[in-house]
């Protein structure tokens, strides 16, 4: 049985459950996993932070206010720093591989959050998931195979396909009162036409923050399964969901659709160790198992990151009282935003967040064209969101905002953005 994270009620196609009773309770929080201080604004500049430090390179100006990278102003968990300080202090960083209880704090972590019982053979290395994505297009198409993505989405899908040589098809989402569906009959029709042979799906979805219902997952699965198209599911989103929705891994959906499916994972949204350099892909077919493990041995990848290891272990262990104390300060930052907008920003509406922890913000009606408004805001409100159009033609018109920052430096983004519309 799935066990439903902090009580939450599940959304479903035409229906509402009430949460199941959980199988394990959350471990006890101790004194100092109970301390987290999301309020505090640590200094991030000068440290080689991709978020804070890289304002010029991009052409922005250097004291701009970034709240564009999917990374959190979080500092780690306290037992995940603990880890890491124990591993320093052993002082030794030789090679290094996965060890027994590694695999296990996965595989309970996924039993657990999720309900989804991961093998440990299943469980492959990567340092990324977009590593993961190239080597799983490496793997299962050639040069030419057409491979569809639901635009707008995360740059990075784009790209993957173009510098891989294969035929880039787009399935644009439905966008209606500020909500994004799934075109069902264009995608089967791309599908069938376009010599599909993978599919990558972003669920949660970057950067609209859907949850994809199980309807939702299993008719894009069906079509995937009648047309042999393998399903590369990017599900590393898939711990952030705003209250009252519920992430359903893929792969769990049937044992039909778990052969066809490659779920790609990592501890670096949740808890914030992106620079940690620790993913996985999960594969229950042996056989596109055994492709993927061969792509992946074609880059040159072999051992993990040591440090990685130890903070993922520690995260899946011990991480969880800091991520529901998380969730709450997130849906807490969508709040807070939402209402500014509503007194202060005429012309600018978020988009329903369902998962992750970046809010889509339709600015179609704000008055200014996308250009304008992006060169308003780097160059007279110093702010760096994300401009739409980086996810695709779908994107023009919106931008995303990460809410994972401390209210203090929200509250300063939004104000920012207010005088904007001051004229």
């Known amino acids: 049985m799935a066990m439903i994270p902090r009580g939450r009620t599940i959304r479903m196609t035409g229906e509402v459950r009430q949460p199941q009773p959980q199988e394990q309770q959350p471990q006890a929080l101790s004194q100092q996993q109970a301390d987290a201080d999301f309020d505090a604004v640590p200094d991030r500049r000068h440290t080689g932070s991709l978020k804070y430090d890289s304002a010029k390179r991009h052409g922005y100006p250097e004291d701009v206010l970034p709240l564009w990278v999917a990374d959190m102003d979080f500092p780690a968990a306290p037992p995940i720093l603990d880890a890491l300080r124990q591993r320093v202090n052993h002082g030794v960083f030789g090679y290094a591989e996965p060890w027994d209880s590694y695999y296990q704090s996965i595989i ?134 705003a209250q009252g929705f519920t992430h359903r891994v893929f792969a769990g959906l049937a044992p039909e659709l778990e052969q066809i499916a490659v779920t ?38 072999e051992e993990p990151n040591v440090m990685g290891l130890a903070a993922c272990q520690a995260a899946y262990e011990k991480g969880r009282p800091w991520l529901e104390q998380l969730l709450k300060y997130i849906d807490d930052n969508e709040a807070y935003v939402k209402e500014f907008l509503r007194q202060y920003i005429h012309g600018v509406f978020p988009v329903q967040r369902e998962g992750t922890y970046l809010l889509w913000l339709d600015c179609w009606a704000c008055g200014f064209s996308s250009k304008e408004l992006n060169q308003r805001l780097a160059e007279k409100g110093k702010l760096w969101v994300y401009d739409g159009a980086a996810f695709g033609e779908d994107g023009e018109g919106f931008q995303r905002m990460n809410l994972a920052c401390s209210r203090e430096t929200l509250s300063d983004a939004l104000m920012r953005m207010s005088a904007l519309f001051t004229h």
């Open 108 to 241: 309970d972590w996924w039993g657990a959050w999720h309900g989804y019982p991961v093998q440990r053979e299943w469980i492959l290395e990567s340092p990324g998931v977009v590593f993961s994505i190239n080597t799983a297009i490496k793997a299962f198409t050639r040069p030419g195979d057409g491979i569809i993505i639901q635009t707008p989405v995360y740059s990075p899908f784009y790209s993957s396909i173009r510098l891989n040589g294969r035929k880039l098809v787009l399935n644009p989402l439905t966008y209606s009162s500020r909500e994004y569906t799934v075109n069902f009959e264009d995608f089967q029709q791309k599908v069938q036409q376009e010599n599909v042979k993978l599919f990558i799906l972003c669920n949660p979805h970057n950067p609209t923050g859907r949850v994809w219902s199980q309807m939702e997952l299993q008719r894009l699965g069906n079509i995937c399964k009648r047309n042999g198209v393998i399903v590369v599911s990017d599900e590393i989103h898939c711990d952030i969901t």
């Open 264 to 301: 790609l994972t990592s501890p670096s949204k949740t808890f914030n160790l992106s620079g940690l350099q620790i993913s996985h892909a999960f594969i229950a077919n042996e056989e596109l198992r055994q492709a993927w493990r061969s792509a992946r041995m074609a880059t040159g990848y």
